[in-house]
Nanobody, 119 residues
């Protein structure tokens, strides 16, 4: 069974940095796109950043030039380096991966990790 496990969420002061990790495990044939979403209290889940299997990246305008997404295909892990954090970045961050198994191709989600930025 495929699982995504996130780590790295924490409480940090504005202007600080955090690095989130998300590792995929289980039986799979291929990992396609990977990425991060976030959901703040009372708001809809929003896309933060994505990275293709070839390394192409895309970011929400609100995080461009502050966040960097990367992946290690050998470790089946996606990272989100977050710099110059702002209180508006406070949210639960969820990773996802589009994964091909023997049965199907679908999106898998992590359980979420809390990021809190204090002013």
């Amino acid at each position: 069974q495929v699982q995504l496990v996130e780590s790295g969420g924490d409480l940090v002061q504005a202007g600080g940095s955090l690095r989130l990790s998300c590792a995929a495990s289980g039986s799979m044939l291929r990992i396609n796109d990977m990425g991060w979403y976030r959901q703040a209290p009372g708001k809809q889940r929003e896309l933060v950043a994505t990275i293709s299997s070839g390394g192409g990246t895309d970011y929400a305008d609100s995080v461009k030039d502050r966040f960097t997404i990367s992946r290690d295909n050998a470790k089946k892990t996606v990272y989100l380096e977050m710099d110059s954090l702002e209180p508006g970045d406070t949210a639960v961050y969820y990773c996802y991966a589009n994964i091909l198994t023997r049965l199907r191709r679908r999106d898998y989600w992590g359980q979420g990790t809390q990021v809190t930025v204090s002013s």
